[in-house]
């Protein structure tokens, strides 16, 4: 930006009275807090009425528009008033209304230039819609509203921040949705973690969400891209380079028959954001995830070459589920046994963990995690020989879906 706050601040220190006011607030006239919430307010808004001027003054004399649809010139009718949100409050924008005979209805240029041409009745201008969204991704519309108030000084409606969450939506899954164009250039080695999480949802007819209690949880999936060349100092394991995640997450379907011609929605999408982020191009490419089956089918078959590794944390709870299903929760057999199992498998004795696990054959929750230790921990030469057992074990006993999980 060429202009800086060097005219500003040469406008408030010729001003006498922005000196009687700081001298207030040193005899104790004003309270800081105050002060500083006063002058902000009086500066956004003379901001707000300077570029809402200027902004006027510039469309009053700007050239005719050809019309989009035909091509000849449009017909200036008059001016009218807008009056969008900013992050500086209000603007106050007086534009042309141009219209053409082969079409019924008008444009505002300025609107469509600013890009405040709002739908659905959206005024606001793109920084203060995605404030207004960024605040309600974490809280109410109501609390996203009175946030914005409180930090910036912005005052909007929930009405306004719920309009604003969709709008910003529509347009990030349009951007989704694109064609997807690398971005930046491709990392040597890539991690790519896809996850589940539940998502408290409110039904439509429960009004706000404040009053509404959510109904039901549908799962997001989402995931998250990011290299990995830097060591944890104290463990030399790999760790998340700063700065370079990069994400995707939507509610969408990871089902798919094998007679479909495309991937499951989640899997497309998967797809585009590997193309976008580096990661398809990536030489190495590194899948980390908890064992959910949905997330390893779309891994085997969008990155068949990806090294595929299992959360750590994720298996030890699976191992602690057996603790507490064989010893009962809170045991001191229980916490034994779990400690010694989740050791075993932090060294990567995965025989040693299969070994204890078939101690206590016969038992659900440990027959499932042979299963899923098989499935998830072992290298594909040893599945092969552990599902065959496995196999054999569970036909003995006539409960195959049991045993393999
Ligand atoms: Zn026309």
Redesign the pocket.
Request: aromatic share 0%; glycine share 28%.
């Given at each position: 930006m060429g202009f800086s706050g060097a005219a500003v601040r040469l406008l408030l220190l010729s001003s006498p009275e922005f000196r009687e006011l700081c001298r207030e607030v040193l005899t104790g006239g004003r309270r800081f807090r105050e002060f500083e919430l006063d002058l902000r307010g009086a500066l956004l808004g003379g901001a707000a009425a300077a570029v809402s001027e200027n902004l006027s003054a510039l469309d009053a004399e700007s050239g005719t528009p050809a019309?989009?649809?035909?091509?000849?010139a449009?017909v200036r009718r008059g001016t009218r008033s807008t009056a969008p949100l900013s992050l500086l409050g209000p603007l106050r924008l007086r534009r042309g209304y141009w219209t053409?005979?082969?079409?019924k209805g008008g444009r505002h240029v300025l609107d469509e230039t600013l890009g405040i041409a709002g739908r659905d009745g959206v005024r606001g201008t793109p920084a203060v819609l995605w404030a207004l969204a960024d605040l309600a991704a974490d809280a109410s519309f109501e609390k996203a509203a009175a946030r914005l108030g409180r930090l910036a000084g912005v005052v909007a409606t929930a009405k306004r921040a719920e309009r604003a969450a969709k709008q910003v939506g529509r347009e990030i899954t349009a951007w989704d949705e694109s064609a997807p164009t690398l971005r930046e250039a491709p990392a040597e080695t890539m991690c790519c973690s896809p996850d589940g999480t539940g998502v408290p949802v409110v039904r439509r007819d429960a009004g706000t969400a404040e009053d509404g209690r959510p109904s039901k949880t549908r799962e997001a999936k989402v995931a998250v891209f990011h290299t990995a060349e830097r060591r944890n100092p104290r463990t030399g394991l790999p760790e998340r380079d700063a700065g370079s995640a990069r994400h995707t997450a939507a509610i969408d379907s990871a089902a798919s028959r094998d007679v479909d011609a495309e991937p499951s929605a989640f899997a497309r999408r998967l797809w585009r954001a590997a193309e976008r982020f580096g990661f398809a191009a990536a030489k190495r490419q590194v899948v980390v995830a908890d064992g959910a089956k949905w997330i390893w089918n779309a891994a085997a078959e969008l990155f068949p070459n990806a090294v595929c590794i299992v959360d750590i944390r994720h298996a030890r709870e699976r191992l602690r589920e057996v603790g507490r299903a064989v010893y009962g929760a809170g045991t001191e057999l229980c916490r034994a046994w779990s400690e010694k199992v989740c050791a075993a498998l932090s060294e990567g004795r995965v025989d040693d963990v299969l070994r204890e696990l078939r101690r206590h054959a016969g038992d659900k929750t440990a027959d499932q995690c042979v299963g899923y230790v098989v499935r998830r921990l072992l290298a594909p030469s040893a599945q092969t020989a552990e599902t065959g057992r496995l196999t054999a074990r569970a036909l003995k006993r006539r409960t195959p879906t049991a045993a393999l999980g």
């Open positions: 019309c989009g649809r035909c091509g000849s449009m053409c005979g082969c079409s």
